[in-house]
């Protein structure tokens, strides 16, 4: 990746702080955390702490997901510009443009490890993907079970007066 963009990125994320929401230390206890089992032995408290630590959590990885998906794109560009490069120097066979990008790759060592690096930037955008729907679904979860503990307590405190 170009080093302008690296640097860019690297500043923008240190001006938002994003780099010190990394992830907390205890979200293993969190995904440890058994609800059939261990729910009603839980106090509120620590319902409360796993629903903000998994919060945090979803910060890092939103900013992991956003930086490979940035890198992702910067390496299938330049890939891009180099293979087009090539063709259009004429040094390249094939009847269609997907052959003689396919060719291009082939015969260019170079190319290969661009199209390398791109696959493996591209794998781990694809490995974060989507990662923050079920966190987000277990976010809310342990909130609706903290509502419905607030609602017994104050029913039953209504209820002794």
């Given at each position: ?10 500043e923008t994320s ?54 490979s998906r940035v ?91």
């Amino acid at each position: 990746m170009d080093e302008r963009i690296q640097n860019r990125l690297l500043e923008t994320s240190t001006a938002l702080s994003l780099y010190s929401a990394s992830s907390p230390s205890e979200v293993e206890d969190v995904f440890a955390f058994k609800p059939a089992v261990d729910m009603e032995a839980t106090d509120s408290q620590t319902l409360s702490r796993y629903t903000i630590i998994l919060a945090q959590y979803l910060i890092t990885l939103q900013v992991r997901y956003n930086t490979s998906r940035v890198i992702a794109s910067q390496k299938k560009k330049v890939l891009e510009r180099k293979v087009q490069e090539l063709i259009q120097s004429g040094a390249t066979e094939g009847k269609t443009l997907k052959e003689r990008e396919a060719n291009a790759i082939a015969m260019d060592p170079e190319l290969q490890a661009l199209e390398l690096d791109y696959d493996e930037a591209a794998a781990e955008r694809d490995l974060l993907e989507g990662l923050d729907k079920p966190i987000t679904e277990l976010i809310n979860a342990l909130k609706s079970e903290l509502r419905r503990r607030a609602e017994e307590r104050n029913h039953t405190s209504r209820e002794r007066y």
